[in-house]
């Protein structure tokens, strides 16, 4: 798996002989050099590899939207004393928020050209690809483009249930080169979801995820992959959850639990795909596969995510002023000092700073020796950032499922999971979510979106046990980056 991921990175990095942020520039020689691309079928998975390995750019997938900003926003971390480089960032200075996501914007809305050059090839080259590539990337490249154009809107969009109607984005729907206009987040949703419909109906009978699942191995007749490793793509399961978090998102309870008992059924109860992990898994020595691997949907393969992400972000050798860690007693408290819990057990670890001072460190994505002594094939345990996984959906089904008691199972199946007690009848089964969601996706992004999904007017701290943080709309909400502003402003376009 570490091979041929090496190849697919040089075909995509070296092939074009360019960043992968300019392989589609509009320039003659460019455009020449964009039509040799799609000419065969190779060259359009070449293209498609270069957006998923820009996903992980530290404005992205890399840092800021999994273990970085967003992680530090939903306050996991004691970071917030004013000698910690993230500060300002842990008490929302706007300034801080705003020069953040600068990255965000531009990086996002550079892939979403080139994604929209793939898709318009995609058609005037249609008689290069056979049924099969042609579903298959076309129905990844509007996942793809639906998932950037979510991640802008729960960023730069308002809360949704509260300001649908105001405008807040544009939605690129070609690689033409011109200003859209902004667009309300009632119609950025819509636009969301029918390009995520879209997917799901391309990828329909043609995504072998379907029938045979993830198939985490190489050929072993030697010939291509791009049929193998699903879950490294926004294959037809990944884009169903992806429709479930945008549906509950928007409020749209009805269709979260659509999509998600659906994936459940299909998932779980006929085809037994993406299994939760098992104690074996998480527990064998320097081996353990502490991003639970096989119940990611959907993840970005970083081969250096030791360097990119550990150790500038957990590892031992941070002093006290840049380490992100969470405090001893609030880990204990979010995980109800159940040892027998996974993620307690096996996600953090006392260690002592270059100042000799000891403290809980999170040791998610530490590395670990995960080459399969059989196939000889890397797992990817210590290379992926997890993106969408299975237990999201159920935590979806559990809040939006009619029958407030089969929600409760739903919830209590990844509670099983994990190796944690059922909660018991009389427990607040919002609330035993919410728990749930914050203790499951730890550097992984997700929780500061569900606070601003619900509005929260405080949430809990990350510097001391039992403190809450109070909450003010505006540290939910962040600016178009001042270039953007000013350039509609010229040109008289959107506010």
């Known amino acids: 798996m570490i091979r ?24 003659s020689e460019d455009r020449i050099m964009e039509n040799d691309l799609f000419r065969t079928s190779h060259g359009f998975m070449t293209a498609l590899n270069g957006i998923y390995i820009d996903l992980l750019n530290t404005s992205l997938y890399g840092k800021t939207l999994t273990w970085g900003m967003t992680d530090i926003l939903a306050q996991y971390y004691t970071c917030r004393e004013k000698d910690h480089i993230y500060s300002s960032l842990a008490t929302f200075n706007n300034v801080s928020k705003n020069s953040t996501v600068n990255g965000t914007w531009s990086r996002s809305h550079a892939l979403l050209n080139n994604i929209n050059t793939l898709l318009e090839h995609c058609e005037s080259d249609r008689g290069v690809l056979n049924d099969t590539y042609y579903h298959l990337i076309k129905g990844e490249a509007l996942a793809l483009r639906a998932l950037l154009n979510f991640e802008l809107y729960r960023i730069f969009g308002p809360n949704y249930n509260g300001d649908k109607d105001s405008e807040c984005l544009p939605y690129a729907l070609t ?35 379907i029938e045979e699942g993830v198939v985490w191995a190489d050929d072993p007749d030697g010939g291509v992959n791009d049929m193998r490793y699903r879950s490294m793509r926004l294959n037809y399961y990944a884009v169903q959850a992806l429709m479930a978090r945008v549906a509950l998102y928007c409020g749209d309870k009805e269709m979260a639990w659509e999509y998600a008992s659906k ?30 691997q096989n119940e990611i949907l959907f993840g970005l393969y970083n081969l250096k995510r030791k360097e990119t992400v550990y150790s500038v972000g957990f590892g031992p050798n941070l002093r006290q002023s840049s380490v992100l860690r969470v405090d001893k007693d609030i880990m204990n408290e979010m995980y109800e000092g159940d040892e027998n819990d996974f993620r307690l057990a096996y996600w953090f ?6 100042d000799n001072n000891s403290y809980t460190h999170m040791i998610k ?82 929780l500061f979106w569900l606070y601003k999904r619900k509005g929260k007017a405080e949430i809990i701290s990350g510097e001391k046990q039992g403190k809450m943080v109070s909450m003010e709309e505006r540290f939910y909400l962040f600016d178009l980056p001042q270039s953007e502003q000013y350039y509609r402003e010229e040109n008289g376009i959107g506010n």
């Open 349 to 354: 670890s006392e260690m002592v700073d270059p």
């Open 365 to 446: 994505y530490m590395d670990v020796d995960d080459i399969d002594e059989k196939t000889k094939v890397s797992r990817g345990y210590t290379y992926i950032i997890p993106v969408l996984r299975m237990s999201e959906v159920y935590l979806i089904a559990a809040e939006c499922c009619p029958d407030p008691k089969v929600g409760r199972d739903y919830l209590n199946v990844v509670r099983s999971a994990r190796n944690v007690k059922n909660v018991e009848d009389e427990v607040d089964l919002m609330t035993a979510i919410e728990q749930e969601f914050r203790r499951e996706f730890l550097g992984e992004g997700q």
């Open 175 to 209: 690689s033409e080169t011109k200003i859209n206009p902004l667009l309300s987040a009632k119609e950025v949703t819509r636009l969301i979801v029918e390009d995520l419909k879209n997917a799901e109906g391309l990828l329909t009978g043609y995504d072998p995820v």
């Open 4 to 27: 041929r991921l090496k190849l697919l990175f040089c075909a995509a990095l070296f092939t074009l002989m360019v960043s992968c942020s300019d392989w589609l520039k509009v320039s």
């Open 263 to 292: 994936m459940i059924r299909g998932i779980h109860e006929e085809h037994k795909w993406f299994p939760f992990v098992t104690q074996e898994e998480v527990a064998a020595t320097d081996k353990e596969d502490r991003i639970f």
